[in-house]
């Protein structure tokens, strides 16, 4: 699944793997999900060098989105009615100008219903495991006037940067926000929100569109 967001492209693919982690073993029933992020070296600018390239472990941005992109997808599934086996989650980013991460939630969404539908065909699921969908956005205050899904240029002029995730009902999955350089009011907090949650219900749309849904 190419997902593509403005000038932002990332590969989605989802694979599934015969085994758990060795924490759940006797543990849980089920399956488990994860979720790798990678990006391309020159998906952006400067090139940036190939994860494991450098002899260092994988930069903090990388294990924070990935992880991001993993629990927000385990938000909308449950484990309990997967077989025992690892969905990995892959992203790969292939063109970045602002918002990679929410780009790659919405397209790896996108994959995993297809991955399941496959897994409904091979009669390995007892019951359908996903709950709804799962959309992203982000959302900025640029020049103090909220804004959302913003590229680069909007990315790195913005006084806060949010994060919006949410489920299909609306209801949310996780916001991740900072103030970048002035500190912000909650009412502005709550306005980034609302403007998050209603741009989500657009993606969700375009999501079930790309589905057939
Ligand atoms: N970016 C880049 N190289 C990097 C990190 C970031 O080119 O190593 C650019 C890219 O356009 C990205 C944007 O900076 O989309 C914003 O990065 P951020 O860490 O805020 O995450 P994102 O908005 O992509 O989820």
Partial sequence: MLAECGRTKVLCTVGVQDSVPNWMYNRHNGGWLTAEYSMLPNAGQPRKPRDGRTGRPLDGRTQEIQRLVGRALRCAIDLTMLPECTLWVDCDVLQADGGTRT??????????????????????????????????????????????????????SADADLNVICASNGKL?????????????????????????????QVDELQRKALGL
Avoid: H
């Fill in 173 to 201: 999955i996780e916001v991740q926000g900072a103030a970048e350089k002035q500190p912000f009011a909650l009412e502005q907090f709550q306005q980034m929100i609302a403007l998050g949650q209603k741009a989500c219900v």
């Fill in 103 to 156: 780009t790659a939630i919405n397209g790896a969404v996108v994959a995993l219903y297809d991955a399941l539908l496959y897994m409904e065909e091979q009669k390995q699921l007892p019951k359908w495991p996903l709950r709804g969908m799962v959309a992203a956005i982000s959302v900025g205050l640029v020049n103090g006037e909220p804004l959302i899904d913003l590229d680069y240029q909007e990315d790195s």
